[in-house]
């Protein structure tokens, strides 16, 4: 069974910096893209970063300048480095990829279950 498990959520103060990791295992014959997604308390799940298997990146207008993904395919680990941290970055964040599973055969996007993020003073 492939599952995606996020880590390094937490509280950090307004201007404060986090960083999360997410990491896949089970049986995987590659990843494709890797990215991170967000809900905040009443909202819609919006994504916040992605990174392909090449070196091209996208990012949410709300956090482009301030965070950064990347990854590493060896450990099979997406990371978002999250800087000058607002109020406004509190949500649940979650981790997604598109995997090719063995067993079963299969490709499809798979979700973590989620790390609270919570910027307040």
């Known amino acids: 069974q492939v599952q995606l498990v996020e880590s390094g959520g937490g509280l950090v103060q307004p201007g404060g910096s986090l960083r999360l990791s997410c990491a896949a295992s089970?049986?995987?014959?590659?990843?494709?893209?890797m990215g991170w997604y967000r809900q905040a308390p009443g909202k819609e799940r919006e994504l916040v970063a992605r990174?392909?298997?090449?070196?091209?990146?996208n990012y949410a207008d709300s956090v482009k300048g301030r965070f950064t993904i990347s990854r590493d395919n060896a450990k099979n680990t997406v990371y978002l480095e999250m800087n000058s941290l607002k109020p406004e970055d509190t949500a649940v964040y979650y981790c997604?990829?598109?995997?090719?599973?063995?067993?079963?055969?299969?490709?499809?996007?798979?979700w973590g279950q989620g790390t609270q993020v919570t910027v307040s003073s």
């Open positions: 997604n990829a598109g995997i090719y599973a063995y067993s079963p055969r299969s490709y499809k996007h798979y």
């Open positions: 089970g049986s995987i014959l590659s990843i494709d893209d």
């Open positions: 990174i392909p298997s090449g070196d091209t990146t």
